[in-house]
């Protein structure tokens, strides 16, 4: 394997509550510095990819039946999620998962577990604040409260406490506003170039995740149907209509025109 | 005697019981706290303490004061397994459906105990000394002033553990979230184990203390009722709570037996029960559950 | 409970409503109102108060000051289901389905306050509460499910259903509901393009072939622009723009608090062309823009 | 011929199992004892019986289990709620004639429980007997009364409290404690400001009574603390240690130890069983003992084993002999045997050493 | 207009019986349930009828904590308060017993209310502790309130009758209270096929948004609450005719954890969970007497471990079902219709 993969995951299949098949031979990977993004319908099982790869599959009784994960060289297939993350690959999970009942502080401070046995200095929670000072106001409010793009800001927040090499995220521009999903992929774009921690990205808006992606995934009920550099991808014509909405070479078109009848997408057929 | 001198007197033992209760209460809080678990099983597991200090004390004969650590430490080792068998399976189930588990813990332990020791009601070794104590002209029964003791020193001890380290945060995170709690690098089975052990070992220490009081016997566990009462009135989730909790329940206790009578004292704590939950809903203490739409 | 007759679209004004959480200020004196048959969009930056409008609107949260009219009737102390009874109908920002019951369940359980069967009714299930549910069932197969499209999932547990699903049934359950007003808290979040041109769609038919009044909060500008009669942008509780959707987009203010540059090719060529430079830096030079 | 079968709801195990215990070694001992000398008529007893865990419900299926697999004209039940709760179906079958564990009060009325009787005093003539001796060791003496809140521990209370009044003796305070006390220092310091000569407990085995009288003795109180029948068994005691010396209680039975001249049963008893044999278990062979002269009088007259004929012939029983198991002769004119000694614990013994002679308080 | 699968009539998909196996089975239990009194001897019989008067209770628990989601662990407290009224009913004004019954079943419902007062506030857990200090309130009500229930010694019944037939057998009572729970199961199922079913399930799943989609917390609960302790007291006063002795202490608080238990083992939120659960629950430790009647002869002292082994077989089925099969009895039922599909009425 190439040094400079630092997430391989080669051929997995996963099952949920022993009955459901939704990954059937899945593989992607991660290089070593960069963010490469997962695109997919809903139910694709782009979030299944993700909690397959930091070992939360089993919380919600799934289980990863065939194929390997490497993480850093290593199968990882066997580590409890806590140590995982321990390692350096951190999960900001679909839909936020902040802890309500605690403060904004604490949501930090519980983020600091990451570090333990890592020898790393603590992150200062002040790095968190720069990047969001919204969340300095709030900080000692519990985090329940906070609106839906303030939750987001403090998942990814946490992410900044544990100093991983790796981040997996989940959708995180759900319910943001459009200015602060720019800022947030901005902040994303600058936590990857000035830490270098590589990303993989699970998004629904295209757009964006082509802004900061480098490599890009598309996956369709279990399987990657189309992958390559953004660039490549951003001018798949299939991509441009399903996922940019944009119609054939025209720009983009209007809600308002929208046909009561589809096309299949290629890779379907 | 003077009818004040009664009075405090009869405010004494109130405290002194209360902290008995408290002590209890603390075990249901502590798995509470970590876990979301009510676990209606500590009356029983405190039975178990009673008798599990019986069989190093009065069966292998051993002192006091290795006993009682080993029965805590049985206790707590009961806490470990339950938890590893029964409480992990159950892990993403409903809180209902948790609490059940207990109930049915509950049963199990005391079912165990009777096949083990007979159903005969006991009394523990004497451990604790005789002598009265008096608080100036006022008696307080010894056993009763040492629980108080042992129940402050402990609760403190938490206290201070909740406010000053790291883990109480970890606790907490994990109850309110597991996969979270996992996903920010918290050992989620690690806690769980941490607050079943420390649980279920407290509630084994309140056995001893209550036991040497009362006497032991499989229907002891009852105890645990009474101290899910203060746990509801000062907040699941609140060591200050069930501090608290167990202090006014322990005096109203005291009050209403003896100016209303013994049979008043189950009604009155738990009218006052329910007037505090119309009132307070989570208790005195208890953090409030967010609910958004 | 409405009286026959009552149907058709309303109109719905809010008037200096405010609301607040202990020393937070959610709303300040917010006033807009929506006509009737028209989709008026709700919108704004994280945590201005959008959600906390709705929940003001269909009665959840009781405002300190100012109120909510209903085709001119004051309903801001009325309580939730009384509202639901007059015809308030709403989809949720975190899907609140209810996931022990089966799709139909969930779409019948939004005609409740519309139906008339008491509790003896029930336990016979005899006469009138028979043909009750009977004709219930008839009207959602007919108007509803047809409609939407979810004959296939009819039966199926709502929790087995991906999420595009999933606020389809939302949708289903607040049509059930005899909708006059029919509240949309981001209907299309967490959408991929191809889903969000399906609900828009339905969005648009639900307004035009029942005409009911839609109120919508969404982030996605490409459809709330595209979609909407009239835009109304809270920011920090309060209103600072409205007006038709070009003339918002135009607004200086909303760009700023709000829009962004709002638009990914121009993100992308930023975050591409600079190798270094701080994300504060970044802001700074949007700022210059603005 | 067939045999003649005892059916038994029995407290093996739960609270009262130390009595179920008990009660069936005894009944099972002096079966033997009948089916050694040939039986009633020829015709063998046995006893068929099932483990209740002393709860009402269990002692109703456990009866009519019995009943459908057998015919029964003896039955032996648990506890006054059974007894109560199978009271009519036994009134309709009309077939038996029952007594059991229960010394309740209400049972001992023939009129409302025609088909039961008890082999001893009833609580209240059990106080009653307690009344006797205070009022002639101590006339006039203060008494506190410390009954659990349960149905067994205030069925006496109304009766004690007008029997003290008629013997001159002063109830000065009545102490009622939850079913599950524990920490019972609020009321001794309730009776410390009584400061009574007696105390008599109703309503419990063992809990709280050793803790109460521990912390009495530390406040240095006076007080006499009493009892009856079902926290009188010296075994329990026993394990008490030094705390327990000097109470006292009514007991209508010799205890094992007690080697009376007169009592061959007693002797009897020692021959069988080597080892100390409880309270409950004299219950439980006098029991045995009565259910046999009933079923024995009724076959002799030559009439059909039912209801009202064993009833009529426990009845008919004057001066009987119990071979000492009670120290003086007994009649059954209704529906206890109002007899009864005080005894006295000696923590050095480890024994209930006698304190009265057998007092009597029947009419 | 619907293509394929559609039913005939929606008259028919909505059914409580929907396959013929269904109905077919139904019907052969229906049968069973008539010839029983006349096969099975007294101790069966007396089984058969507590089996009725728990499945009625256990039914109306599961409409309160299957189905609305309020935890209760004051069934027992409710049966205790229709069992009273019963009992004072029958005692002091002779009416007749299916009267009593029923307004043994209102004012259990109506106690139910008050107790359910609570629930609009306090919820989950500190519910259902909430109806543990109800219950304890109830039963210090019963042994104080003397002239109505007769303190500790409580209420001693006359047999009830019917067209002057008093009903004193097991036999007489089955015919009574079988039809009664029939009736009551049929009820609760019939609730479940409408609004008033569907509103407890949407407070269940989640109540602050059922409250918005029209769905009045404060009628539903207090509803929920009515329904299922009538059903609890209708059950008490089966339980009063049948034991024919009401003290405080008949309705202990461990009875009110049985029927939790029962739904819990039997499937919560399944109608047929509440009667599975409760047959089980009654019937499991009274096999187990059975089985110590065979160790006996290998375990002289096999008799003496019944008790603390039924606590323990108690307890293990409450961790057992609820670790190894969750949705209970009622879904090994429905797993093993679908494992042999048909059979045997293959179509
Ligand atoms: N815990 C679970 N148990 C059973 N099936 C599940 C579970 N979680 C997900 N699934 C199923 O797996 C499939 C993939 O789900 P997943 O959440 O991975 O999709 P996704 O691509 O992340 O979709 P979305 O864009 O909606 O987040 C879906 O069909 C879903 O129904
Ligand atoms: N129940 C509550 N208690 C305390 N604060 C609340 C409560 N509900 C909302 N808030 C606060 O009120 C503000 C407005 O929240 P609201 O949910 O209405 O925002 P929003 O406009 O819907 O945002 P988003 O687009 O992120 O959903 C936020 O700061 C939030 O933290
Ligand atoms: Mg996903
Ligand atoms: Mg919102």
């Given at each position: 394997?190439?040094?400079?993969?630092?997430?391989?995951?080669?051929?997995?299949?996963?099952?949920?509550?022993?009955?459901?098949?939704?990954?059937?031979?899945?593989?992607?990977?991660?290089?070593?510095?960069?963010?490469?993004?997962?695109?997919?319908?809903?139910?694709?099982?782009?979030?299944?990819?993700?909690?397959?790869?930091?070992?939360?599959?089993?919380?919600?009784?799934?289980?990863?039946?065939?194929?390997?994960?490497?993480?850093?060289?290593?199968?990882?297939?066997?580590?409890?999620?806590?140590?995982?993350?321990?390692?350096?690959?951190?999960?900001?999970?679909?839909?936020?998962?902040?802890?309500?009942?605690?403060?904004?502080?604490?949501?930090?401070?519980?983020?600091?577990?990451?570090?333990?046995?890592?020898?790393?200095?603590?992150t200062p929670f002040d790095l968190v604040y720069q990047y969001f000072p919204r969340l300095y106001e709030r900080r000692n409010g519990r985090a329940g409260y906070l609106s839906g793009g303030e939750q987001q800001m403090l998942a990814i927040g946490r992410a900044l406490i544990a100093q991983p090499s790796l981040i997996l995220l989940d959708e995180p521009s759900l319910g943001l506003s459009p200015v602060l999903v720019e800022e947030i992929f901005t902040i994303i774009a600058s936590i990857n170039r000035d830490l270098g921690v590589s990303m993989l990205l699970v998004e629904q808006n295209a757009a964006v995740a082509f802004a900061v992606a480098h490599?890009?995934?598309?996956?369709?009920?279990?399987?990657?149907?189309?992958?390559?550099?953004?660039?490549?991808?951003?001018?798949?014509?299939?991509?441009?209509?399903?996922?940019?909405?944009?119609?054939?070479?025209?720009?983009?078109?209007?809600?308002?025109?929208?046909?009561?009848?589809?096309?299949?997408?290629?890779?379907?057929? | 005697?003077?009818?004040?001198?009664?009075?405090?007197?009869?405010?004494?033992?109130?405290?002194?019981?209360?902290?008995?209760?408290?002590?209890?209460?603390?075990?249901?809080?502590?798995?509470?706290?970590?876990?979301?678990?009510?676990?209606?099983?500590?009356?029983?597991?405190?039975?178990?303490?009673?008798?599990?200090?019986?069989?190093?004390?009065?069966?292998?004969?051993?002192?006091?004061?290795?006993?009682?650590?080993?029965?805590?430490?049985?206790?707590?080792?009961?806490?470990?397994?339950?938890?590893?068998?029964?409480?992990?399976?159950?892990?993403?189930?409903?809180?209902?459906?948790?609490?059940?588990?207990?109930?049915?813990?509950?049963?199990?332990?005391?079912?165990?105990?009777?096949?083990?020791?007979?159903?005969?009601?006991?009394?523990?070794?004497?451990?604790?000394?005789?002598?009265?104590?008096?608080?100036?002209?006022?008696?307080?029964?010894?056993?009763?002033?040492?629980?108080?003791?042992?129940?402050?020193?402990?609760?403190?001890?938490?206290?201070?553990?909740?406010?000053?380290?790291?883990?109480?945060?970890?606790?907490?995170?994990?109850?309110?979230?597991?996969?979270?709690?996992?996903?920010?690098?918290?050992?989620?089975?690690?806690?769980?184990?941490?607050?079943?052990?420390?649980?279920?070992?407290?509630?084994?220490?309140?056995?001893?203390?209550?036991?040497?009081?009362?006497?032991?016997?499989?229907?002891?566990?009852?105890?645990?009722?009474?101290?899910?009462?203060?746990?509801?009135?000062?907040?699941?989730?609140?060591?200050?709570?069930?501090?608290?909790?167990?202090?006014?329940?322990?005096?109203?206790?005291?009050?209403?037996?003896?100016?209303?009578?013994?049979?008043?004292?189950?009604?009155?704590?738990?009218?006052?029960?329910?007037?505090?939950?119309?009132?307070?809903?989570?208790?005195?203490?208890?953090?409030?559950?967010?609910?958004?739409? | 409970?409405?009286?026959?007759?009552?149907?058709?679209?309303?109109?719905?004004?809010?008037?200096?409503?405010?609301?607040?959480?202990?020393?937070?200020?959610?709303?300040?004196?917010?006033?807009?109102?929506?006509?009737?048959?028209?989709?008026?969009?709700?919108?704004?930056?994280?945590?201005?108060?959008?959600?906390?409008?709705?929940?003001?609107?269909?009665?959840?949260?009781?405002?300190?000051?100012?109120?909510?009219?209903?085709?001119?009737?004051?309903?801001?102390?009325?309580?939730?289901?009384?509202?639901?009874?007059?015809?308030?109908?709403?989809?949720?920002?975190?899907?609140?389905?209810?996931?022990?019951?089966?799709?139909?369940?969930?779409?019948?359980?939004?005609?409740?306050?519309?139906?008339?069967?008491?509790?003896?009714?029930?336990?016979?299930?005899?006469?009138?509460?028979?043909?009750?549910?009977?004709?219930?069932?008839?009207?959602?197969?007919?108007?509803?499910?047809?409609?939407?499209?979810?004959?296939?999932?009819?039966?199926?547990?709502?929790?087995?259903?991906?999420?595009?699903?999933?606020?389809?049934?939302?949708?289903?359950?607040?049509?059930?509901?005899?909708?006059?007003?029919?509240?949309?808290?981001?209907?299309?979040?967490?959408?991929?393009?191809?889903?969000?041109?399906?609900?828009?769609?339905?969005?648009?038919?639900?307004?035009?072939?029942?005409?009911?009044?839609?109120?919508?909060?969404?982030?996605?500008?490409?459809?709330?622009?595209?979609?909407?009669?009239?835009?109304?942008?809270?920011?920090?509780?309060?209103?600072?723009?409205?007006?038709?959707?070009?003339?918002?987009?135009?607004?200086?203010?909303?760009?700023?608090?709000?829009?962004?540059?709002?638009?990914?090719?121009?993100?992308?060529?930023?975050?591409?062309?600079?190798?270094?430079?701080?994300?504060?830096?970044?802001?700074?030079?949007?700022?210059?823009?603005? | 011929?067939?045999?003649?079968?005892?059916?038994?709801?029995?407290?093996?195990?739960?609270?009262?199992?130390?009595?179920?215990?008990?009660?069936?070694?005894?009944?099972?001992?002096?079966?033997?004892?009948?089916?050694?000398?040939?039986?009633?008529?020829?015709?063998?007893?046995?006893?068929?019986?099932?483990?209740?865990?002393?709860?009402?419900?269990?002692?109703?299926?456990?009866?009519?289990?019995?009943?459908?697999?057998?015919?029964?004209?003896?039955?032996?039940?648990?506890?006054?709620?059974?007894?109560?709760?199978?009271?009519?179906?036994?009134?309709?079958?009309?077939?038996?004639?029952?007594?059991?564990?229960?010394?309740?009060?209400?049972?001992?009325?023939?009129?409302?429980?025609?088909?039961?009787?008890?082999?001893?005093?009833?609580?209240?003539?059990?106080?009653?007997?307690?009344?006797?001796?205070?009022?002639?060791?101590?006339?006039?003496?203060?008494?506190?009364?410390?009954?659990?809140?349960?149905?067994?521990?205030?069925?006496?209370?109304?009766?004690?409290?007008?029997?003290?009044?008629?013997?001159?003796?002063?109830?000065?305070?009545?102490?009622?404690?939850?079913?599950?006390?524990?920490?019972?220092?609020?009321?001794?310091?309730?009776?410390?400001?009584?400061?009574?000569?007696?105390?008599?407990?109703?309503?419990?085995?063992?809990?709280?009574?050793?803790?109460?009288?521990?912390?009495?003795?530390?406040?240095?109180?006076?007080?006499?603390?009493?009892?009856?029948?079902?926290?009188?068994?010296?075994?329990?005691?026993?394990?008490?240690?030094?705390?327990?010396?000097?109470?006292?209680?009514?007991?209508?039975?010799?205890?094992?130890?007690?080697?009376?001249?007169?009592?061959?049963?007693?002797?009897?008893?020692?021959?069988?069983?080597?080892?100390?044999?409880?309270?409950?278990?004299?219950?439980?062979?006098?029991?045995a003992m009565l259910f046999t002269e009933a079923a024995k009088r009724t076959l002799e007259a030559g009439k059909e084993l039912n209801g009202a004929n064993l009833k009529a012939a426990l009845n008919s029983i004057e001066n009987f002999d119990t071979g000492g198991i009670i120290g003086v002769p007994i009649s059954i004119p209704g529906n206890s045997i109002p007899v009864g000694r005080i005894y006295r614990y000696d923590a050095s013994a480890q024994q209930m050493k006698p304190a009265s002679d057998w007092i009597s308080v029947q009419e | 207009m619907q293509i394929g699968t559609a039913k005939h009539s929606y008259q028919a998909d909505e059914a409580l019986?929907?396959?013929?196996?269904?109905?077919?089975?139904?019907?052969?239990?229906?049968?069973?349930?008539?010839?029983?009194?006349?096969?099975?001897?007294?101790?069966?019989?007396?089984?058969?009828?507590?089996?009725?008067?728990?499945?009625?209770?256990?039914?109306?628990?599961?409409?309160?904590?299957?189905?609305?989601?309020?935890?209760?662990?004051?069934?027992?407290?409710?049966?205790?308060?229709?069992?009273?009224?019963?009992?004072?009913?029958?005692?002091?004004?002779?009416?007749?017993?299916?009267?009593?019954?029923?307004?043994?079943?209102?004012?259990?419902?109506?106690?139910?209310?008050?107790?359910?007062?609570?629930?609009?506030?306090?919820?989950?857990?500190?519910?259902?502790?909430?109806?543990?200090?109800?219950?304890?309130?109830?039963?210090?009500?019963?042994?104080?309130?003397?002239?109505?229930?007769?303190?500790?010694?409580?209420?001693?019944?006359?047999?009830?009758?019917?067209?002057?037939?008093?009903?004193?057998?097991?036999?007489?009572?089955?015919?009574?209270?079988?039809?009664?729970?029939?009736?009551?199961?049929?009820?609760?199922?019939?609730?479940?096929?409408?609004?008033?079913?569907?509103?407890?399930?949407?407070?269940?799943?989640?109540?602050?948004?059922?409250?918005?989609?029209?769905?009045?917390?404060?009628?539903?609960?207090?509803?929920?609450?009515?329904?299922?302790?009538?059903?609890?007291?209708?059950?008490?006063?089966?339980?009063?005719?049948?034991?024919?002795?009401?003290?405080?202490?008949?309705?202990?608080f461990v009875y009110s954890i049985f029927f939790l238990a029962a739904i819990i083992v039997g499937g919560m939120g399944t109608i047929l969970g509440g009667i599975l659960g409760a047959v089980f629950m009654t019937l499991v430790p009274e096999l187990l007497r059975f089985g110590i009647d065979w160790l006996t002869p290998v375990l002289p002292n096999a008799a003496a471990m019944l008790s603390p082994v039924r606590t323990v077989v108690f307890g293990l089925l409450i961790v057992g079902f609820l670790i190894f099969e969750p949705k209970g009895l009622a879904e090994i039922v429905q797993r093993s219709r679908r494992y042999f599909h048909l059979w045997p009425?293959?179509?």
């Open positions: 394997m190439a040094a400079d993969i630092l997430l391989d995951i080669n051929n997995i299949e996963v099952v949920y509550n022993k009955t459901v098949q939704v990954l059937r031979g899945l593989s992607l990977s991660v290089g070593r510095g960069k963010i490469v993004t997962l695109l997919g319908s809903n139910g694709a099982g782009k979030s299944t990819t993700l909690k397959a790869v930091s070992n939360l599959l089993a919380l919600e009784n799934g289980a990863v039946t065939a194929g390997a994960i490497r993480f850093d060289g290593d199968d990882i297939s066997r580590l409890t999620p806590h140590a995982l993350v321990r390692r350096g690959l951190f999960h900001v999970m679909e839909g936020r998962r902040i802890f309500e009942d605690l403060t904004v502080e604490e949501n930090l401070t519980a983020a600091t577990f990451a570090l333990s046995g890592r020898g790393l200095k603590p490599y890009g995934y598309i996956m369709e009920t279990g399987k990657i149907v189309l992958d390559g550099p953004t660039e490549r991808l951003v001018k798949d014509d299939d991509v441009r209509e399903f996922y940019l909405g944009a119609s054939g070479s025209e720009g983009t078109k209007s809600y308002r025109d929208i046909k009561h009848y589809k096309r299949r997408k290629r890779w379907l057929s | 005697m003077s009818d004040l001198l009664f009075f405090i007197e009869v405010t004494l033992a109130g405290l002194g019981s209360g902290a008995l209760l408290s002590l209890t209460a603390l075990a249901f809080v502590l798995i509470y706290k970590a876990t979301r678990v009510i676990n209606l099983a500590v009356g029983e597991l405190l039975m178990l303490g009673g008798y599990l200090f019986f069989a190093f004390a009065a069966g292998l004969g051993l002192p006091a004061w290795a006993a009682i650590p080993l029965a805590i430490a049985g206790g707590g080792l009961v806490g470990a397994v339950v938890e590893r068998g029964l409480i992990r399976p159950m892990l993403g189930e409903s809180p209902i459906a948790v609490f059940m588990v207990t109930i049915g813990l509950g049963s199990i332990l005391v079912g165990l105990v009777e096949l083990v020791w007979g159903t005969d009601p006991r009394a523990l070794p004497a451990f604790m000394g005789n002598a009265p104590i008096f608080i100036g002209e006022a008696y307080v029964s010894r056993k009763i002033a040492i629980a108080f003791a042992v129940a402050a020193v402990v609760i403190a001890v938490f206290l201070a553990l909740f406010r000053f380290w790291r883990g109480g945060v970890a606790l907490r995170a994990t109850a309110t979230d597991q996969a979270a709690a996992y996903s920010c690098g918290i050992n989620v089975p690690g806690v769980f184990s941490l607050a079943w052990v420390i649980g279920c070992g407290t509630a084994a220490g309140a056995g001893v203390l209550l036991g040497s009081i009362g006497g032991i016997s499989p229907s002891m566990g009852v105890f645990g009722l009474s101290a899910l009462v203060v746990v509801i009135v000062g907040g699941l989730d609140s060591v200050a709570g069930a501090l608290v909790g167990g202090l006014v329940i322990g005096l109203i206790e005291a009050w209403a037996g003896t100016y209303l009578g013994g049979e008043y004292k189950l009604v009155t704590t738990f009218g006052l029960l329910l007037v505090a939950l119309m009132i307070r809903p989570y208790g005195l203490f208890g953090t409030t559950e967010i609910e958004r739409l | 409970m409405t009286a026959p007759g009552e149907t058709g679209a309303a109109r719905l004004e809010v008037e200096g409503l405010s609301l607040s959480f202990g020393g937070l200020k959610a709303l300040r004196g917010v006033s807009f109102s929506a006509e009737p048959g028209s989709i008026t969009a709700l919108i704004g930056p994280n945590g201005a108060g959008k959600t906390s409008m709705f929940n003001c609107i269909s009665g959840f949260y009781k405002p300190q000051q100012g109120s909510v009219r209903f085709d001119g009737r004051d309903v801001t102390r009325m309580h939730p289901p009384e509202r639901a009874g007059l015809g308030f109908a709403r989809t949720f920002q975190n899907i609140a389905l209810f996931r022990g019951m089966t799709v139909l369940d969930n779409i019948k359980l939004g005609r409740h306050a519309h139906m008339k069967t008491g509790l003896l009714q029930a336990l016979a299930y005899w006469g009138s509460a028979q043909r009750e549910e009977m004709e219930l069932r008839a009207e959602i197969e007919r108007r509803i499910i047809d409609f939407l499209e979810i004959d296939h999932i009819r039966n199926m547990p709502v929790a087995s259903l991906s999420y595009g699903l999933q606020k389809r049934v939302e949708l289903a359950r607040a049509l059930a509901m005899r909708p006059r007003i029919l509240l949309l808290d981001e209907p299309v979040a967490g959408m991929n393009r191809e889903e969000t041109e399906d609900m828009a769609r339905f969005i648009l038919d639900v307004k035009e072939e029942w005409g009911t009044t839609i109120l919508m909060v969404e982030h996605d500008m490409g459809m709330v622009m595209d979609i909407s009669d009239h835009v109304v942008v809270l920011n920090f509780g309060e209103v600072i723009a409205s007006g038709l959707p070009h003339e918002v987009q135009a607004d200086p203010h909303v760009t700023e608090a709000y829009l962004g540059s709002g638009d990914p090719a121009a993100l992308m060529a930023r975050l591409k062309g600079e190798a270094g430079g701080k994300a504060s830096a970044e802001r700074e030079t949007r700022e210059d823009v603005a | 011929a067939d045999d003649i079968v005892i059916g038994g709801s029995i407290p093996l195990t739960g609270v009262f199992a130390f009595a179920g215990v008990g009660i069936e070694a005894g009944m099972q001992d002096y079966i033997k004892i009948v089916n050694e000398a040939g039986g009633i008529q020829g015709r063998k007893l046995r006893l068929a019986y099932e483990d209740t865990g002393y709860k009402v419900d269990a002692s109703v299926a456990v009866f009519n289990k019995l009943t459908s697999q057998d015919e029964i004209h003896l039955y032996y039940g648990d506890s006054t709620g059974f007894a109560k709760t199978i009271n009519g179906e036994i009134d309709r079958r009309g077939s038996m004639i029952m007594a059991g564990a229960s010394f309740a009060t209400e049972l001992n009325d023939p009129k409302t429980f025609p088909h039961q009787f008890m082999a001893g005093p009833d609580y209240s003539e059990m106080t009653g007997i307690l009344l006797e001796y205070i009022a002639k060791e101590k006339p006039g003496a203060r008494i506190v009364l410390v009954n659990s809140d349960t149905e067994f521990g205030r069925d006496p209370i109304a009766a004690t409290k007008a029997r003290a009044s008629e013997l001159g003796l002063e109830v000065v305070e009545e102490i009622i404690t939850p079913p599950t006390a524990v920490d019972v220092s609020t009321e001794v310091l309730k009776l410390r400001r009584a400061r009574p000569d007696y105390t008599i407990f109703h309503g419990y085995v063992l809990a709280p009574l050793p803790e109460f009288m521990s912390q009495a003795k530390q406040l240095g109180l006076e007080t006499k603390f009493m009892g009856t029948f079902w926290s009188m068994d010296s075994s329990i005691w026993a394990k008490v240690g030094e705390a327990a010396d000097g109470f006292m209680g009514v007991m209508p039975y010799r205890y094992y130890y007690d080697e009376a001249d007169n009592a061959p049963m007693m002797d009897r008893i020692r021959e069988m069983r080597p080892e100390y044999q409880s309270t409950p278990y004299m219950q439980g062979f006098l029991t | 019986l929907t396959t013929r196996p269904q109905r077919v089975w139904m019907a052969l239990f229906a049968l069973s349930l008539c010839i029983a009194p006349f096969v099975l001897d007294n101790y069966w019989l007396y089984l058969a009828c507590l089996v009725a008067i728990n499945v009625a209770s256990a039914t109306g628990l599961n409409i309160l904590t299957g189905y609305t989601g309020l935890v209760s662990l004051g069934q027992a407290a409710f049966m205790a308060v229709g069992a009273y009224t019963v009992g004072w009913m029958q005692l002091n004004l002779g009416t007749p017993f299916l009267l009593n019954l029923v307004v043994g079943g209102l004012v259990a419902a109506a106690v139910g209310i008050l107790v359910g007062i609570p629930s609009l506030r306090v919820k989950g857990l500190y519910l259902a502790i909430a109806t543990i200090a109800a219950s304890f309130i109830l039963h210090f009500i019963f042994v104080n309130w003397q002239s109505v229930t007769n303190g500790n010694s409580g209420l001693t019944l006359t047999p009830a009758s019917f067209f002057g037939t008093p009903l004193t057998e097991y036999q007489q009572l089955y015919f009574v209270f079988v039809p009664i729970t029939a009736l009551m199961v049929l009820g609760a199922a019939n609730l479940f096929r409408t609004r008033v079913g569907r509103a407890f399930i949407a407070i269940r799943d989640r109540d602050i948004s059922a409250e918005v989609l029209g769905i009045s917390l404060l009628r539903y609960k207090l509803t929920s609450f009515a329904i299922s302790s009538f059903y609890a007291g209708v059950s008490g006063g089966m339980w009063a005719y049948f034991f024919r002795v009401v003290t405080p202490e008949s309705f202990p009425f293959k179509k």
